[in-house]
């Protein structure tokens, strides 16, 4: 009897087991996706006016090496490297041997033509001396005979012609003398305008002509300087001539310069995809060095608003170039291009408009129909 009670129990037991088992394999019911929150910014509209750094290039205003003419030697020379010159001042003397030479057979020549010229004129003077007297006498018939009267016309009118071709000789030597002198004073170095002697190759003794490989003497103008600024097609517009602008270069740490947009290329090199642009710089007291390289904070302007986004909001893939737009609590890819960059700021063009949200982070991990919730705008 206790046996089957026992037995009893123990099914008891099994059954209930089997039931509280049969619970626990029952589905749960599924809970809801929660709609992920992203923090966005707003697209702004405003007018680009920034300052970017850009390498440029101090060069003298005017730069000239000097060749000598004439073919001679250096007789004396009166400037060397830094010294300082005026328009006009004699720098070098030449000898030439043989100028002197021309000039003397051209002065020769000279001499002859004009005497040659006063002996015509001479015998002009005098034949048309006796044709006036024959002609007088002729007037009284028999006296003349009518054939001298011709022979003595035409000797005057034969001296006239000789007077002229001689006259026109001592034009001839004149000018040739002329143009001889003309070589004597390139004999003279002088300077072409003010400035500093940066180069000096010569010295009393050599030889130097215009087939020379280098020049005796180099000039240049330091009192103002040309600053070459190589601008990115994409700054280069928007900036005028006579805009006002500040550099700095490195033997003057600390010190700002300035100078004025003086010479717009208007010419975009292909190759580097710049324009070169020169401003005018003052240089009085003589401070800035050509040659010297500068840090030019060149002024970036647009004179109509484009769209601003933050930079972490433009997202990048082998692809596309794009911002995630929320828009009625779903996100949307918008492909964008990049501009110039300003402070916490980065210029876009595409399907924006002004007052636009986006994700501040932009990613391709959130894909475009995801809905979202908006956590908190970011200020621009």
Request: charged share 20%.
């Amino acid at each position: 009897m206790n046996r089957i009670l026992l037995w009893a129990v123990v099914a008891a037991a099994a059954v209930a087991v089997s039931c509280k088992s049969g619970n626990s394999a029952s589905p749960d019911v599924s809970k809801p996706a929660i709609a992920p929150k992203v923090q966005v910014a707003t697209v702004v509209s405003q007018k680009l006016a920034i300052l970017a750094h850009l390498p440029a290039e101090l060069s003298p205003y005017e730069s000239v090496p000097i060749f000598p003419k004439v073919n001679g030697f250096v007789k004396w020379i009166g400037v060397d490297r830094g010294s300082h010159v005026r328009t006009g001042e004699l720098l070098a003397r030449l000898e030439a041997p043989e100028v002197v030479a021309q000039r003397a057979e051209a002065q020769a020549k000279l001499q002859q033509a004009e005497s040659q010229l006063s002996a015509a004129q001479a015998k002009l003077s005098a034949d048309e001396s006796t044709y006036e007297h024959l002609k007088a006498a002729a007037a009284t018939p028999g006296v003349v005979a009518g054939n001298d009267l011709v022979v003595s016309q035409k000797s005057a009118e034969a001296g006239g012609a000789q007077v002229k071709a001689h006259q026109e000789s001592v034009n001839a030597a004149r000018q040739a003398l002329e143009a001889v002198s003309q070589t004597e004073e390139y004999l003279q170095i002088r300077a072409p305008f003010d400035g500093v002697v940066t180069e000096r190759n010569v010295h009393p003794g050599a030889l130097v002509g215009p087939a020379a490989g280098s020049p005796m003497i180099k000039i240049e103008t330091v009192a103002r300087l040309r600053l070459t600024v190589a601008v990115p097609e994409m700054y280069a517009a928007g900036v005028p001539e006579g805009t006002k602008v500040e550099f700095t270069v490195p033997s003057f740490p600390g010190r700002t310069f300035s100078g004025k947009i003086a010479r717009i290329s208007h010419d975009v090199d292909i190759k580097t995809r710049t324009m070169p642009v020169e401003l005018d710089v003052i240089n009085a007291k003589g401070e800035l060095a050509p040659g010297t390289f500068a840090d030019v904070s060149w002024p970036v302007r647009r004179t109509y608003p484009t769209l601003f986004v933050p930079p972490s909001a433009v997202a990048t893939t082998l692809e596309r170039v794009f911002v995630v737009r929320i828009r009625d609590g779903k996100a949307e890819w918008v492909d964008v291009k990049t501009g110039v960059s300003a402070p916490k700021l980065v210029e876009v063009f595409g399907d924006l408009h002004p007052g636009d949200t986006v994700a501040l982070r932009g990613t391709d991990e959130l894909h475009a129909g995801t809905t979202v919730t908006m956590d908190a705008v970011h200020n621009n």
